[in-house]
């Protein structure tokens, strides 16, 4: 039942057939290296957009119950880690852009949230979401999955509470602590209808933006797939090099794209014999640091805060990958 | 009648914006539209979620860009 839900419908081999059987009848063969990535590319590209799609119209339906005012509300209800596990656990279905990071740093300090609490849902914010769970089933199967969703918010957690026992309010900047507690505004409940709407409207938003990234994503996996040598990867990214987990998030960390894109460049390196910890390092750092989030945060954030938060999320990222390399074997 | 964005200007804040003033001209109506950009000030209108859109004293959304045409609706 499992497996079937997985290779049919997540991994959608009915359709990688289906694309196989409609090259060859075109005249193209497959099993030559530019037919493979030929093969590879119109699959990949398929199967990801559907995922897309579906995926993110649900999940906009989810996310539209928790909106961030909603969120800040829940969170002052906990104390302790309890409370940094809240602000993991709605980080993950609160939506929010870019722009609005510094209106919710503000909201949520003055509202008398402890900076580990807010650090801990701006920390699993980017790196666990909804989508790659999914996702991840798709590619990598349930267990990869579960264990990736569980250990961004483990990082989450522990970072946040890192964070809030070195005491650093005063890496604040000024203007976000300083003021008065505002009450937020409670916005009119959206009816059914609405939050359909504002699905399909994200699906088309979101689509419109990262399919760019998932052609790339896919045309860097299908070169991977059928013309790097397989040695490169197992001694860059494999068992070969001690330093793989190291090496990919390092590379990882300045890069940024979407999920989406990177999946199936990690997909391809995967087939081709690299670690599954290395792998999703270099997606968690791609994900969850980057320079315009970094540039974001630097308005509200004093160097030395800025600095540890982003020494804290390599650091987890780097443990989660060796750990995964670890217990490579259980996992597939 | 005074129309206000709200926004960290960003390109979806920005979107919103143009919509806003496309909304006015279509309807016609003599209301102004601002543009705020200023965190203290979205904080004291109590949002978070950006962009949001305020007509008169009223935040009638938050988190989304609205359409011109869904801004001409709520416009009184």
């Known amino acids: 039942m499992w497996d079937f839900i997985q290779y049919q419908i997540l991994v959608m081999k009915w359709m990688e057939e289906l694309i196989g059987d409609g090259l060859a009848a075109l005249g193209l063969d497959i099993s030559t290296r530019i037919g493979g990535s030929i093969h590879f590319f119109i699959y990949d590209v398929t ?14 339906y989810i996310q539209s119950f928790f909106p961030p005012e909603r969120s800040r509300g829940i969170m002052t209800r906990f104390h302790g880690v309890t ?31 402890p900076l580990g609490v807010t650090f801990s849902f701006l920390i699993s914010s ?21 264990a990736y969703v569980v250990l961004g918010l483990v990082i989450a957690v522990a970072g946040g509470t890192i964070i809030e026992h070195l005491h650093m309010e005063d890496q604040v900047a000024g203007f976000i602590r300083n003021g008065r507690n505002t009450a937020l505004i409670e916005t009119v409940k959206p009816t059914v209808r609405e939050r359909l709407a504002y699905s399909a409207e994200q699906v088309i938003v979101t689509f419109r933006k990262v399919f760019p990234y998932i052609l790339a994503g896919v045309a860097i996996g299908a070169v991977i797939h059928n013309w790097i040598p397989d040695s490169w990867i197992e001694n860059i990214l494999g068992g070969g090099n001690p330093f793989g987990v190291v090496l990919a998030t390092l590379i990882g960390i300045p890069m ?30 791609v994900t969850a640091l980057s320079l315009p989030s970094m540039m974001m945060l630097k308005k509200a954030i004093k160097a030395k805060l800025l600095g540890t938060f982003i020494a804290i999320c390599t650091a987890g990222i780097i443990i989660i990958g060796y750990a995964f390399n670890l217990l490579q074997n259980y996992f597939q | 009648m005074i129309i206000r964005v709200l926004g960290g200007g960003c390109r979806s804040c920005e979107a919103l914006l143009e919509a806003a003033k496309e909304a006015v001209k279509a309807k016609g109506t ?15 209108y109590g949002v978070m979620s950006m962009p949001a859109l305020m007509i008169d004293d009223r935040i009638v959304s938050a988190g989304r860009v609205l359409k011109a045409e869904e801004i001409e609706k709520l416009l009184p």
């Not at chain 1, 602000?87 to 609005?100: D, E, N, Q, R």
């Open chain 1, 83 to 113: 409370a940094n596990i809240a602000g993991a656990l709605l980080g993950t279905v609160t939506p929010f852009c870019s722009c609005s990071s510094i209106p919710i740093f503000m909201g949520f300090t003055r509202a008398g949230l």
């Open chain 1, 126 to 146: 980017p790196m666990v979401d909804l989508g790659s769970m999914v996702l991840l089933s798709g590619v990598f199967g349930f267990k990869v999955a579960a």
């Open chain 1, 256 to 285: 940024y794209a979407d999920i989406f894109g990177t999946i199936p460049v990690a997909e391809a390196l995967l087939s081709k014999g690299a670690l599954l910890g290395t792998i999703l390092a270099f997606m968690m750092a």
């Open chain 1, 47 to 60: 199967k990801i957009t559907i995922l897309l799609c579906v995926l993110i119209f649900v999940i906009s």
């Open chain 2, 30 to 44: 003599d209301a102004a539209v601002e543009y705020i950009t200023d965190y203290e000030k979205i904080m004291e």
